[in-house]
């Protein structure tokens, strides 16, 4: 069944006669009895009773008239849709992130887009990890996603903060100086997260600069992390923006040797985006995440 068919029913319906249905399909008039003729052999019945006043709908060709404009109406919009998301009149931007980011830093900057293009919708879609992030942006199921550097050459990427992970210890503990050794966090046995891909750069950092540590990682929440250190249970080793919000009395260092996540906004190096997509795209690589992540510290 195709398109041209069910528009020639509908004209002939409308107009009643094959010869002024051509004229407004702007085909010939054998095309036209061409259409409806193998239409109505694939269907099995005949949609028209020809005469020598027009064409005139059989019961079976006035139900089948029906749903054939139904499908022209929904092809109509799905046309109007899509000429919606090429603009920035409407569209659909999905960017993929890890829980730090997407909590505390992607809704102040969707907020700012969307004060300017209030028709586009942005959802964010949360990860547990970079690696998810980038599964989401292979798969299509994002288009813009927020990972870690380096990353491989199928993205191309824009650096937008680096985030240092920062030694947390309890309220009680006790610290000789202003800087902190390995042996001080040492004491409290600290916790890691669990070595997801996006938790080895620390725990690899580790095992050359502090190989006699006695680490735990068997948790995944960092608030929970948060909590036991806040508790005086443990000490604990995040990144900053991950640890946020820090309760007050838990005591905060940067490590010994240092270490941050360098985070970068990515997108498939050959992705196809509508409009909507590249604007938002444009407003993260400007947008100032270093200012946002301070004030949330």
């Not at 994002?142 to 030694?167: C, M, N, Q």
């Not at 006790?174 to 890691?192: C, G, H, M, Q, R």
């Not at 991950?242 to 941050?260: D, F, H, K, R, T």
């Amino acid at each position: 069944m195709k398109l041209s068919q069910l528009r020639a029913v509908v004209a002939v319906a409308d107009c009643g006669n094959f010869s002024e249905a051509a004229l407004e399909l702007q085909l010939s008039q054998p095309a036209i009895s061409h259409a409806i003729a193998t239409l109505e052999e694939e269907l099995g019945v005949p949609l028209f009773a020809r005469g020598r006043h027009g064409a005139v709908l059989t019961p079976a060709g006035e139900r089948i008239l029906y749903h054939a404009r139904q499908s022209l109406q929904h092809l109509e919009m799905m046309q109007k849709e899509a000429n919606l998301h090429k603009g920035l009149h409407g569209g659909h931007v999905r960017i993929a992130a890890f829980r730090s980011v997407a909590t505390h830093l992607l809704p102040k900057a969707i907020a700012q887009f969307h004060d300017q293009f209030p028709e586009v919708a942005v959802t964010i879609i949360e990860c547990l990890s970079y690696i998810e992030v980038e599964q989401c942006l292979r798969e299509g199921r994002a288009d813009i996603g927020i990972t870690y550097l380096p990353t491989s050459d199928e993205f191309e990427v824009w650096e937008i903060i680096r985030d240092e992970y920062v030694a947390l210890l309890p309220p009680n503990a006790k610290v000789s100086s202003s800087t902190i050794t390995w042996e001080d966090i040492a004491v409290y046995s600290p916790v890691l997260l669990s070595c997801l891909p996006c938790g080895r750069p620390l725990h690899n950092h580790l095992k050359m600069v502090a190989n006699f540590m006695n680490t735990i990682s068997n948790i995944q929440e960092d608030s929970t992390v948060v909590s036991l250190v806040n508790q005086g249970l443990r000490a604990a080793i995040l990144p900053r923006l991950a640890a946020v919000p820090i309760p007050q009395n838990v005591q905060v260092y940067s490590l010994p040797i240092p270490l941050e996540r360098v985070m970068a906004v990515a997108v498939l190096s050959n992705g196809l985006h509508i409009p909507a997509v590249f604007t938002f795209l444009e407003m993260l690589k400007k947008f100032d995440f270093y200012t946002l992540a301070k004030s949330t510290y």
